[in-house]
């Protein structure tokens, strides 16, 4: 199982929608960090997310960019996102992000938007 | 009934103000009507402006080179003192943009802290926003003479970090060494688009000596708070100069009862004002249909909206102000406090620690706060 540690691997800050929001944003990590590596796994194989390292917590204009946008922008539906990621904590708190990453992904609906970079804006 | 002339109507208000609050307001007003014919027409407005801001209460003198001296008054505080409060960071701006403008007929020659001898977190950020933006707008900088403030007053200033914004001032060299019960953090500033504060935690662990419990959902609402800075409260149309676009943060711990408060502000646009352009204003629309016309203007009302509007989204619905998550903090410790002071309203969502309740409470103010001023405050 690969493995994808938020805070080490990313930024221990991970916060905003944009990249035209600043650094670490749910733009930025879904693009070049997380996409990435979800369609790089094999056809079996899981990434293991581990968001309590070194992170604080997360605004929810991060989880929904991040995580949900997979959805939105139609690079996959819901299911074969959460079939492929596995949310990991080991401070039980942070179970409320895991729940929430879930239920955005879950809600989102598959390829409604057309996706235009903010990079550079 | 008669209709009564304009002469006689400011004959009435004059007589009622003599008796209502003394002769120190006819007194200062005299002092501006003194200096009318020094300025030509397009000059007066300010000194209109002024003279409404001494009937409201600010205490403020004109001298012959017609500057300002701003006298703040004994407490500032948003819960208790708001109106007078938010009326003397008024007058700051407004003396800054006309300024600003080229029009130099009417300067700041000073803020007068002697008398103050009580001011809130709060209040005391707000001003510290104000000064700042005024520092960094305006070439005439203000030097605060602190040998006359109260002890105090001085140590929450300079906790707060307020005396950065000048040259030289150690109150340890006036002999200010005690710790007040009221410790602060030293606050942060950031532009539109920055978004570190992560001193705020370690700086409030070393004032707390511990953790705090559900930081994470703190730390989520200030995430929020300051996104919401960069998508709504500086939008692209806004007439505020990008080196105004700012965000400020400061916490706070008193020791003797254990209360934490933690105030962000910025000095944008505010949440009503923002509402308009938002995804979810239809949805703000409906939910005000059920009061009458005359209340859905109201910027309480248009506060309380958002939020119970952004606690209904679905996960779907994801582009709100991420008021939910600002929420979350006193949610999940099941007691304390936010309010959200947003121009002209107040929207304030307490949790009663021993029943679990929540109350809402909404308010308008004659004032605004320029801006967005929220406050979490618990108790550790």
Redesign the interface.
């Known amino acids: 199982m690969a493995i994808f540690n938020i805070g080490k691997d990313f930024s221990d800050h991970p916060i905003g929608r944009f990249y035209s929001d600043g650094n670490s944003s749910g733009e930025e990590f879904r693009e070049e960090y997380l996409l990435p590596r979800v369609l790089k796994l094999a056809d079996s194989e899981k990434l293991a997310i581990i968001i309590d390292e070194e992170v604080d917590g997360y605004g929810s204009s991060f989880l929904v960019e991040g995580f949900a946008g997979i959805v939105k922008y139609g690079y996959m539906t819901g299911d074969e996102l959460l079939a492929k990621i596995e949310i990991h904590f080991s401070d039980d708190d942070f179970k409320f992000f895991k729940d929430k990453i879930e239920s955005y992904i879950k809600n989102a609906k598959f390829d409604s938007k057309t996706y235009q970079s903010t990079k550079g804006t | 009934m008669n209709k009564i002339s304009l002469k006689r109507r400011n004959r009435d208000i004059l007589r009622s103000l003599k008796f209502r609050k003394g002769r120190t307001y006819l007194l200062r007003k005299r002092n501006i009507e003194a200096k009318r014919e020094l300025l030509d027409r397009n000059n007066q407005t300010i000194l209109d402006y002024l003279q409404s801001k001494v009937l409201a209460g600010v205490n403020l003198y004109i001298d012959g080179k017609m500057r300002v001296r701003l006298t703040l008054p004994k407490v500032m505080n948003l819960s208790s003192e708001y109106e007078n409060t938010v009326n003397h960071m008024l007058l700051l701006r407004k003396i800054a943009e006309y300024n600003k403008k080229g029009n130099n007929s009417v300067k700041l020659a000073g803020v007068d802290f002697n008398e103050l001898t009580n001011i809130s977190t709060s209040a005391a950020l707000l001003l510290t926003a104000e000064l700042s933006r005024w520092d960094d707008s305006n070439r005439s900088r203000i030097v605060p003479k602190i040998e006359t403030w109260q002890p105090n007053i001085i140590i929450k200033f300079w906790e707060l970090g307020f005396f950065e914004l000048f040259q030289n001032i150690k109150p340890s060299e006036h002999g200010i060494t005690a710790k007040p019960k009221i410790r602060l953090v030293k606050y942060i500033k950031g532009r539109i688009?920055?978004?570190?504060y992560?001193r705020l935690?370690s700086n409030l662990r070393e004032l707390i000596g511990a953790d705090i419990d559900?930081?994470?959902?703190?730390?989520?609402?200030l995430?929020?708070a300051?996104?919401n800075v960069?998508?709504h409260a500086y939008p692209s149309n806004c007439k505020i100069e990008e080196r105004d676009q700012n965000w400020y943060l400061t916490g706070a711990f008193n020791t003797d009862t254990k209360e934490l408060k933690v105030v962000f502000l910025d000095q944008g646009i505010g949440i009503p004002n923002s509402l308009p352009a938002s995804k979810m204003y239809e949805k703000v629309l409906d939910w005000l249909k059920k009061f009458p016309i005359s209340e859905r203007k109201l910027h309480k009302k248009l506060l309380e909206a958002a939020v119970s509007v952004e606690r209904t989204q679905?996960?779907?619905e994801?582009r709100g102000n991420?008021i939910?998550?600002m929420l979350e903090f006193i949610k999940?410790r099941k007691e304390g406090y936010i309010s959200i002071f947003s121009q002209h309203g107040l929207f304030k969502l307490t949790i009663d620690a021993v029943t679990g309740k929540e109350v809402i409470k909404t308010e308008s103010f004659k004032a605004p706060i320029c801006g967005t001023l929220i406050i979490w405050k618990v108790q550790l």
Request: aromatic share 8%; glycine share 8%.
């Open positions: 688009k920055e978004n570190d992560r935690k559900q930081w994470m959902f703190l730390h989520s609402g995430d929020e300051i996104t960069t998508h679905t996960a779907e994801d991420g939910p998550d999940q």
